[in-house]
Nanobody
Framework: QVQLVESGGGSVQTGGSLRLSCAAS????????MGWFRQAPGKERESVAA????????YYADSVKGRFTISRDNANNTMYLQMNNLEPEDTAVYYC????????????????????WGQGTQVTVSS
């Protein structure tokens, strides 16, 4: 059983930056496809970015391309999301997800049902 814990959320002004972390335990991190998803109030959960097991393959939603960077450190069982130039539309609860299937990053981002989820971390961007 894989446990995921997100951290790094907070409140920033438009144009600010945040770095989210997702620490994994209880499984073999290097075998997992990983991703970041977010859910704003009144909206469905959407994919933000995803990364395959070795970091060679990455996916970004169009709304975050050029502003967000996903990465992973398999030696430390942690995934990151560097978020720059934040906009009020980025306000949401951000969740990390893990999937034991050998998914490409694109598949990880396209599929909304995954085996493991964190509890989420709030990101608030004010104008």
């Amino acid at each position: 059983q894989v446990q995921l814990v997100e951290s790094g959320g907070g409140s920033v002004q438009t144009g600010g930056s945040l770095r989210l972390s997702c620490a994994a335990s209880g499984g073999t991190f290097s075998l997992l496809a990983m991703g970041w998803f977010r859910q704003a109030p009144g909206k469905e959960r959407e994919s933000v970015a995803a990364i395959n097991w070795n970091g060679a393959n990455r996916y970004y939603a169009d709304s975050v391309k050029g502003r967000f960077t996903i990465s992973r450190d398999n030696a430390n069982n942690t995934m990151y999301l560097q978020m720059n130039n934040l906009e009020p539309e980025d306000t949401a609860v951000y969740y990390c997800a893990a999937d034991p299937r050998r998914l490409t990053a694109q598949a990880m981002g396209a599929i909304k049902v995954h085996d493991y989820w964190g509890q989420g971390t709030q990101v608030t961007v004010s104008s």
